[in-house]
Each structure stands twice: as C-alpha cells, then as structure tokens.
C-alpha cells in the first residue's frame, strides 16, 4: 500500500504572481509531464482580486512538445475566479490513452478594465 505522498507528484504550473491588465494572460507556464500518469487535477489558488467589470478563466492547454509550443486547450477542461479567496479544481482524466497529449500546463486569460488577480496553479497527479 502506497501513502498519499507515494501516490501523488504535485508540479507547479502557474508560479505565483499577480495578473494584471499590464501583464495580460499568463505566459511561462511550467509545462507539466504527465507520463506514467492517468489523471490529473489542476488546482488554482486565488487571493484578493479585482471584481467589477473584469473576467478571470483558467483553461488547461496540451502539447506533444516539452515546452508547450503548438498547445491546444482541452474541452471542458476550464474554469473562472469569480471572487476573493477562490480554489478551482479542472480534473483531466485519459492521461497516457492516446487521448490526450503528454505535456499540459493551465493558463490563465483575463479581461475588464482593471484586472488585478493574485494566483497561481498546480497539477496533482496520480
């Protein structure tokens, strides 16, 4: 029998930093490799943010290449910050299938007047 700790790898995908409308969507994001697992739960962690007119989505995006380039956002794998202090769960499943391409990372778009969005993501896979 395996402990949690045995049976998890928790990757970082979005470091932590504050999305701005100077900085505009996330970009950098730690691409996680998702070999040797089935599923995965990506996980954002919200602080304070700005809520009047802005917009805060987080997609899940994957790649047959390491860095991430020519990444697609998977269906239905996406999720929005709609207030202070939120935690967003995006579950993945069909790793190492054939449906799904090895390498993923979350990526965060916002939109509004004056966005301002403590954050940062990580993958829990098992």
Do not use: W
Not at 45 to 56: C, P, R, S
Not at 75 to 88: E, H, L, M
Request: aromatic fraction near 6%; proline fraction near 2%; charge should be negative.
């Amino acid at each position: 029998m395996h402990t949690i700790g045995e049976a998890i790898k928790i990757v970082q995908s979005i470091v932590p930093q504050t999305l701005t409308n100077n900085n505009g969507d996330t970009s950098g994001e730690s691409i996680v490799d998702t070999k040797g697992y089935d599923s995965a739960a990506f996980v954002i962690l919200a602080g304070n943010g700005t809520f009047v007119d802005e917009t805060y989505s987080f997609q899940v995006r994957e790649s047959d290449n390491s860095d991430g380039t020519s990444s697609s956002a998977i269906t239905g794998a996406v999720s929005a910050i709609t207030a202070d202090n939120q935690v967003k769960k995006i579950q993945v499943s069909g790793l190492g299938t054939g449906t799904r391409k090895r390498y993923m990372f979350v990526r965060g778009s916002l939109a509004g007047s004056n966005e301002s969005l403590p954050c940062t993501a990580f993958a829990i896979l098992a």
